[in-house]
């Protein structure tokens, strides 16, 4: 069964520590895989496209990567204003029609 | 204007109403979506059109019905709905469905059915 598994569920962090949220996937015929963030009352906001293994995305303190299995993303000295949820969703199959989003992860960056 | 526009933004009605929800686009893009957002849940693709056909229909109950009268505009008509579907509904839209683009999503309609 197709499904994408996001960890954790939700991360507090002091503003400058670094870490990484996980995004796993288990998809026929990976397609792309995209991170959103989510504020509070807000729609998903396109962060990255990533189409296959190895390739990495970069845009100021958000850095994505993909394996065959996962995907990681790295928050470099994370401030306030990070705080959001963050979406990771795949798109799969022959004709690239299955959009499968995870249930996020929560972060939060105490000043 | 620009981006993904929803309205209204909060809805409340009873078990018995009739409501319509509304999404319009300015990006100029070909395929638009309906989801599903429901607290803890990961967002659930509800209706998929691509030049205003619809393309996907993902075993959503026949209460909510879709309507896509241009390329710009979506409507979400709500009919006998029950309390668990109360939920916030988000539209999108890409380029172009089955290429791997991103979406643009409006800010959501937050539904409370009674």
């Known amino acids: 069964e197709d499904q994408v598994t996001q960890s954790p569920e939700a991360l507090r962090l002091q503003e400058g520590e670094s870490s990484s949220l996980n995004c796993s996937y288990t998809?026929?015929?990976?397609?792309?895989l995209f991170w959103y963030r989510q504020d509070p009352g807000k729609g998903p906001e396109f962060l990255f496209t990533?189409?296959?293994a190895g390739e990495e995305k970069e845009k100021e303190r958000l850095k994505a990567t993909l394996t065959k299995k996962e995907s990681f993303l790295h928050i470099t000295a994370p401030k306030p204003e990070d705080s959001a949820t963050y979406l990771c969703?795949?798109?799969?199959?022959?004709?690239?029609?299955?959009?499968?989003f995870g249930s996020g992860t929560r972060l939060s960056i105490r000043p | 204007e620009t981006g993904v526009t929803q309205t209204p933004r909060h809805l409340v009605m009873g078990m018995t109403n009739k409501k319509s929800l509304k999404c319009e686009q300015h990006?100029?893009?070909?395929?638009m979506y309906w989801y599903k957002q429901s607290a803890k849940k990961p967002l659930e693709l509800m209706f998929v059109y691509s030049l205003e056909e619809r393309v996907e229909n993902n075993s959503v109950p026949s209460r909510f019905s879709p309507e896509c009268p241009n390329s710009s505009h979506l409507f979400l008509h709500l009919h006998t709905l029950q309390p668990e579907d109360s939920a916030l509904y988000l539209c999108a839209s890409s380029m172009y469905h089955r290429k791997e683009q991103p979406q643009h999503f409006g800010d959501g309609t937050r539904l409370s059915i009674l």
């Open positions: 990533l189409y296959s």
């Open positions: 998809v026929s015929g990976l397609r792309g």
């Open positions: 990006l100029g893009h070909n395929a």
């Open positions: 969703a795949v798109q799969a199959g022959s004709s690239a029609s299955k959009i499968i």
